[in-house]
Structures are given as structure tokens and as C-alpha cells.
């Protein structure tokens, strides 16, 4: 019987961001899959840009015009130092890229609005629709008002207006763990659980490389946070955190619409790697408090 792995009496700081949420959809499941994948890719918050993840994928009956779907959610940064209509500027402009360099260039894509409790709405005439080059018409289907972007391969269809929020983005979780075995045992059962809950994403699934706000290298941004980098124990001696059967530590960062809703994949998650053999604790990443707007303490998700 393997024991249960200790949940660490610690806590993940998370922040808030600005969300969209979209219904992705397109004639087959392979043009789907692309989009879905090219759009979410890299780059991400932590370079100023933008970061996605694939939230699900919905059968024919569960989207507006009966084909394949996926929903997609893309994140971006607050700066509070500015007015918060400079960073809704910043994310309209980086997520319209996503949209046009990776979902429109495939054949039969079309995108509808999905975003809970919208805040507001942006319209996607000004840095998608205009792809059409002033050729583009607005009309309703499915229901909904679309513009239609005339292409060589007939016809990118987007919904006008999609919507935008305010939701919890960074939390995460960090599962210390002895094998690879256990490691690739961590990220199955996870992302699984993870997946089952409405509302979130996991941007980066099984993350390698954790990071800490103090760099040496500032260009970079956000450099390894060398005190839980396992190659570095004997370098490190007393400085390393890192437990001695230790040899790999994966990171499952989190976006989600709520902090209910991140608390629950939370949860999920880390429920699902207890019990993997040679999972030894499930700790998380936070700077002290100085970073995050939440504090999400591992324990309390449990209590």
C-alpha cells in the first residue's frame, strides 16, 4: 500500500488578471486540435505577452453552430500602477494576435464569446474584423452577431463582441517527487482531475521550471528558483530546499474565473497525487506574501 504523501502547511500566491473565454470551433478535429494548441502556446505573462490554455472540449451539441468545439481562455497582466484601461488595451492587442496568427489561418474556424459575469465587452471588428481589409460584413448566425472576414479559403467567422473579466491567475502547486515514473504518474492524474472542473486552466501543464521575482539577469525576467532545483543540492548545502530523496519537483500553475473555481481545481489536483508511489510532498510556491493578491494555504483547501 504506498502512504499518503504530506501536504505542506504552506501557501500559493496567486494574482488577479483579465480574462477572455472563447468557444473555438472548425470542421474537423485535427484543424481544431492546431488551433487550439497554436493559440496557446507561448509566449506568456511572465514576458508581458499573453498566456492560454485549452479549459475543454465540447461535442457538436454544446456548441453554436453544432461542430467541433474547445474552449479557450487567454489571461493577461494588471499593472497597477497604470489605469486598468492600459492593460485591457495591452490584452486586447496581445490576444488578437493569438487570434489572427493562429485560429484564423485555419481552414473553417470560427469564434463565439464564452466569458461568465463579463465585465465589459470588446469589440473585435478593429483588430480582427479589419483582416478583411474593409471587405468584411457583420451579420447575425447562430444567434449571435459575427463578423465575417473574407479569405482565400471562405470565410474566418468571429462573434463582434467578446467578453471580458477579471478572474485568478498563478496559483499553483508543487509535487516533490523521487522517480520519474512518479513524476509522469503526478502529471497524468493531476491534469486529469485538474480538467474535470469548470472554469480553469493549467497554461503550462506540467511545468519544469519554477521562478522566483529576485533575478540577477533582468532582461530575462523571472529566472529558476535555484533553492528547489534538485542538480544544485550538493552546490547549495545548507541554502538548497530541497529533500534529500527528492529528485524532481513539477509545478502545476492555475488560471481560473474565480478563486472558487482555482480552489477547486486546487484541490482536485493535489487529491490526485497523494497516493502516487514515490510522491514524497505537495508544497507550492509563494515570495512571502509580497507578490500575490491571494493567498491560497494548501491545508485550508482540505479543511
Not at 469564434?111 to 483588430?127: H, L, Q, S, V, Y
Not at 479589419?130 to 471562405?154: L, T
Request: net charge neutral; with cysteine.
Amino acid at each position: 500500500m504506498v502512504k499518503k504523501a504530506e501536504v505542506e502547511d504552506t501557501y500559493a500566491e496567486a494574482f488577479e488578471g483579465i480574462f477572455t473565454r472563447m468557444i473555438v470551433t472548425a470542421d474537423d478535429k485535427e484543424i481544431l486540435r492546431k488551433a487550439a494548441e497554436h493559440a496557446t502556446a507561448t509566449p506568456s505573462i511572465v514576458i508581458g505577452r499573453v498566456e492560454g490554455g485549452i479549459e475543454k472540449w465540447l461535442s457538436k451539441k454544446e456548441t453554436p453552430d453544432k461542430r467541433e468545439g474547445v474552449i479557450l481562455q487567454f489571461w493577461g497582466g494588471i499593472d497597477s500602477k497604470k489605469p486598468f484601461s492600459e492593460s485591457l488595451k495591452k490584452f486586447e492587442i496581445e490576444f488578437s494576435y493569438r487570434i489572427r496568427q493562429d485560429i484564423l489561418v485555419k481552414p473553417f474556424t470560427a469564434i463565439f464569446d464564452a466569458t461568465p459575469n463579463a465585465e465589459g465587452k470588446i469589440d473585435m471588428m478593429e483588430r480582427v474584423g479589419h483582416c478583411g481589409d474593409g471587405y468584411e460584413w457583420v451579420e447575425k448566425r447562430f444567434g449571435r452577431e459575427v463578423i465575417v472576414v473574407p479569405i482565400m479559403v471562405p470565410d474566418f467567422i468571429i462573434e463582434r463582441f467578446l467578453g471580458y473579466a477579471r478572474g485568478v491567475m498563478g496559483a499553483n502547486f508543487w509535487v516533490m517527487c523521487k522517480t520519474r515514473e512518479a513524476l509522469r504518474g503526478v502529471g497524468e492524474k493531476a491534469l486529469e482531475a485538474i480538467h474535470k472542473i469548470d472554469g480553469v486552466i493549467t497554461p503550462f501543464d506540467v511545468c519544469s521550471a519554477g521562478s522566483k521575482p529576485e533575478t540577477r539577469f533582468s532582461w530575462i525576467g523571472p529566472t529558476t528558483n535555484h533553492p528547489y532545483c534538485p542538480s544544485l543540492k550538493k552546490r547549495l548545502g545548507k541554502e538548497s530546499k530541497v529533500p534529500e530523496s527528492v529528485n524532481y519537483i513539477p509545478e502545476i500553475v492555475i488560471n481560473g474565473v474565480s478563486l472558487e473555481a482555482v480552489k477547486r481545481a486546487m484541490k482536485a489536483g493535489i487529491n490526485a497525487v497523494l497516493d502516487v508511489d514515490g510522491v514524497v510532498k505537495v508544497s507550492a510556491g509563494n515570495y512571502g506574501g509580497k507578490l500575490g493578491d491571494y493567498k491560497i494555504y494548501l491545508r485550508e483547501l482540505f479543511s
